[in-house]
């Protein structure tokens, strides 16, 4: 089920000026926590049983999301994340899937415990000849509040940053097969947090 915009456009719903849109989309989450909102969207030319096939293996997520250093898959709807976060640190949480629709949508939310709450929604929807059309958005509390939230934008782990960016690596690995990157050896792609 896709998010209800209150908004009379469609444009992303982070983009509201409105107060609580992330409390509001926390709300139509199954288990929604958060009240900071981060949403975009992608197009993929590959079919949507092709694109969420591959999203939905939770294997293959640090291979294009550059912030995450593993997923530890422990059973058929929990995962364990292990995030980069500014400084050299890491958050870690544990995550359950809270609704799931193939081909069409994958929601998940935060365990007890979590470094970092979060909650969330992928959609794939069929855009005919040009593909299918991922939208991600992602409900979170961000750890420190509004200054910890200014120095993951300082430091580039800001999560808005990071899913604008990951969406597009997705499609990069999805249409070519591979992520492009300007590292030209492993120091570099290591000092790029890749």
Partial sequence: ??????????????????????????????????????????????????????FRDFNNLPGFMENVDRIDVLDSTRSHWVVKAPAGRTVEWDARITEEQRDRSIAWTSEEGADVANSGRIEFRDAGPRGTIVTLTIVYDPPGGVIGQFFAKLFQREPKIQARRDLRRFK???????????????????????
Avoid: C, W, Y
């Fill in 1 to 54: 089920m896709p998010f209800d915009n209150p908004q009379s456009d469609d444009a992303p719903l982070d983009t509201s000026k409105r107060r609580g849109v992330g409390a509001e989309a926390a709300a139509q989450l199954p288990d929604g926590k958060g009240d900071t909102v981060v949403a975009n969207t992608v197009t993929i030319a590959r079919p949507v049983a092709d694109v969420f096939a591959h």
């Fill in 172 to 194: 990069q690995l999805m249409e070519t097969g591979e992520v492009a990157t300007p590292a030209m050896n492993p120091k570099q792609f290591e000092e790029m947090g890749l």
